[in-house]
């Protein structure tokens, strides 16, 4: 925490009690005058995403009625959804942050941006569409699905950069390839957010669409995508420290971890408005990157993520997360990055069961031997492997799930 970002922070724990009734209410029994320290600062009581479905609809309002002037909400696959209040800088400030992740990736006011990020409640489409009109760019503002579409748009208009998850990117890519336009796209940048992937994927997206590709990184309870972005040197993510502080915990203790650690990304907001939010648990898992970045940026970096804390999954006693599954696929020959686990309990026993699409023509039952032992050195458990043809998996427009755990 540099001495500028303390100051950020007691300024605005100043104020927070007299503008913010959730924060009121749950700072109640401390004295936030007393918070003078990093060390104090890290006592403070973390801000939870259930505490924000309780105080729904708009009990994280922190402005008069007047100044709020648009609404966005997470998505409610569990519950009650969360509604987050913008005033007119919240909006501003999120589209400076965005046009900065453009910026990072290189981009400019000659480029045409795809956008196949949804519109709506949630924050995507908008965020990316705000951030390249301030940029200046040409804005193709498709929307997520319609393939048919969203590739003619492509050739006919040139579109030089497509924005959208990385399976959607996937599907575009093997939907190019399978109709031999590849020859007819210019795209030359994919802005890819909101999914962890894995290095396989990223490959395959990037040679067969023939672009380079940056992540971006962001949720609705902080804005929205666009805290983040990857730079040409693909070394993590810069991010936005004048705007935001990143801590990263252990989330099982709570506890701030050593330096360079992995663990869940905490997120503070210095300049949030609306909804200013205190200590607020991500359930991203990443690291915060030392050291300075070749590309000269001055903005540290946290690294790609590489799941959630509760993709988290306990087979036969030992923790996986989905990356390190992705890690072993990567390095097994012939196997492709597509993948699904299935996990079932049978006569007492765990079964972890790991099917994975193969390069055509493959021995199957050779990179099933292979993926096995893999899998066994590098996480330690034995698994069912099961090969299967390239497509055979689903592909989604939306987060893909690849993990089913069908012992509860
Ligand atoms: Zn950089």
């Not at 503008?19 to 006592?43: M, P, Q």
């Not at 259930?50 to 609404?71: F, S, T």
């Not at 993948?339 to 069961?353: A, C, E, P, R, S």
């Amino acid at each position: 925490m540099t001495e500028q970002q303390l100051l950020c922070i007691t300024q605005q724990l100043s104020t927070i009690k007299s503008k913010s009734a959730f924060y009121r209410k749950k700072f109640e029994n401390i004295d936030l005058g007393d918070v003078k320290t990093k060390e104090d600062f890290e006592c403070l009581p973390f801000t939870t995403k259930e505490d924000l479905r309780e105080a729904y609809p708009l009990g994280l309002q922190a402005v008069p009625d007047e100044e709020v002037i648009r609404i966005h909400s997470s998505s409610g696959t569990t519950g009650t959804p969360v509604i987050i209040p913008y005033t007119k800088k919240d909006v501003d400030d999120w589209r400076d942050m965005f046009r900065r992740c453009y910026e990072t990736a290189g981009l400019t006011s000659l480029d045409r941006i795809q956008i196949t990020p949804g519109y709506g409640l949630w924050t995507a489409g908008i965020g990316f569409q705000n951030g390249a009109e301030s940029l200046g760019a040409m804005v193709i503002p498709m929307g997520p699905g319609n393939t048919d579409k969203q590739l003619k748009m492509m050739m006919d208009l040139k579109s030089t950069v497509i924005c959208a998850t990385s399976s959607y990117a996937l599907l575009l890519a093997e939907e190019i390839e399978k109709r031999g336009i590849k020859n007819k796209i210019y795209l030359k940048k994919g802005v890819i957010g909101s999914e962890r992937w894995g290095e396989k994927m990223r490959k395959r997206i990037a040679s067969e669409l023939g672009v380079k590709l940056y992540d971006i990184y962001g949720l609705t309870e902080i804005y929205g995508p666009g805290i983040a972005m990857s730079c040409d040197y693909e070394c993590g993510m810069h991010y936005w420290d004048d705007y935001l502080y990143f801590e990263i915990i252990d989330p099982k203790t709570g506890k701030t971890v050593p330096k360079g650690q992995s663990g869940e990304l905490v997120v503070t907001t210095f300049r949030k408005q609306g909804a200013p939010l205190i200590r607020y648990r991500t359930h991203d898992l990443t690291r915060i990157i030392e050291g300075n970045c070749p590309c000269g940026l001055k903005y540290p970096r946290i690294d790609i993520i590489i799941g959630r804390t509760d993709d988290m999954i306990k087979v036969k006693g030992v923790n996986i997360f989905p990356a390190q599954i992705e890690e072993v696929i990567k390095d097994v020959e012939n196997a492709s990055s597509e993948y699904q686990v299935m996990i079932d309990h049978l006569n007492g026993k765990d079964i972890l069961t790991l099917f994975f699409e193969v390069e055509p023509n493959s021995d199957k039952k050779r990179v099933e031997e292979a993926m096995k032992i893999h899998f066994k050195a590098k996480i330690g458990i034995v698994i069912v492997p099961k090969a299967v043809e390239i497509g055979e998996l689903p592909r989604s427009e939306k987060k893909s799930t690849r993990i089913y755990d069908n012992r509860y």
